[in-house]
């Protein structure tokens, strides 16, 4: 099974700031990387599908990449509503698995 | 407008049973591989389960395999989760959520999910 890592765990914030996300995996998973947003007492959203997709209706302010074990989501200047959580998750390897998440908030 | 409800979550003692039930609405239900993704209070994200469009191929993880049965009824929009030998482990909110596909097929993604049930396993 291959192990997604999130670090740090919590990263702070001003709105308007760029916020970069780490997310490494335990082997190569290509380009078979998603990301997530989670808000408070609601369902994930999918962000970006196979390392740099937006998904349907995803601002452009945000932005994935990377290739192998090392991939990055960025936000180009946060909004309010961007605070949450945010996790990857692969599909190289069944079974699919998520990081243990990053959650950004306010300064 | 893509939508799922999930329901049939609940207080269930070790060792019990449920059944989840999701119900579908604003996409072609049975072109669609279906998922079930738990997550434990104040935890992350967890894949539990798959299903293909049709219902003839299903998927389980390791933790939940023998123990809990992923099925679909495409005349009714519905995906459904039979959760048996219940474990204080189980306790979690189960979200439905829609396997992304395109043209060239389907993929270990989910783009839409529902609120949630939750279920809790307690004595």
């Known amino acids: 099974e291959i192990v997604l890592t999130q670090s740090p765990a919590t990263l702070s914030f001003s709105p308007g700031e760029r916020a970069t996300l780490s997310c490494r995996a335990s082997?190569?998973?290509?380009?078979?990387l998603a990301w997530y947003q989670q808000k408070p007492a609601q369902a994930p959203r999918l962000l970006i599908y196979d390392a740099s997709n937006r998904a349907t209706g995803i601002p452009a302010r945000f932005s994935g990449s990377g290739s192998g074990t090392d991939f990055t989501l960025t936000i180009s200047s946060l909004e309010p509503e961007d605070f949450a959580v945010y996790y990857c998750?692969?599909?190289?390897?069944?079974?699919?698995?998520f990081g243990p998440g990053t959650k950004v908030d306010i300064k | 407008e893509e939508q799922l409800l999930e329901s049939g979550g609940g207080l269930v003692q070790p060792g019990g049973s449920l059944r989840l039930s999701c119900a579908a609405s604003?996409?072609?239900?049975?072109?669609?591989?279906m998922n079930w993704v738990r997550q434990a209070p104040g935890k992350g994200l967890e894949w539990v389960s798959t299903i293909s469009t049709g219902g003839g191929s299903t998927y389980y993880a390791d933790s939940v395999k023998g123990r809990f049965t992923i099925s679909r009824d495409n005349s009714k929009n519905t995906v459904y989760l039979q959760v048996n030998s219940l474990r204080a482990d189980d306790t979690a909110v189960y979200y439905c959520?829609?396997?992304?596909?395109?043209?060239?097929?389907?993929?270990?993604?989910?783009?839409?999910w529902g609120q949630g049930t939750l279920v809790t396993v307690s004595s």
């Open positions: 082997q190569s998973v290509s380009n078979k």
């Open positions: 998750q692969q599909r190289s390897n069944w079974p699919p698995t």
């Open positions: 604003g996409f072609t239900f049975s072109n669609c591989v």
């Open positions: 959520a829609k396997g992304r596909h395109d043209s060239s097929g389907w993929y270990w993604n989910f783009d839409y």
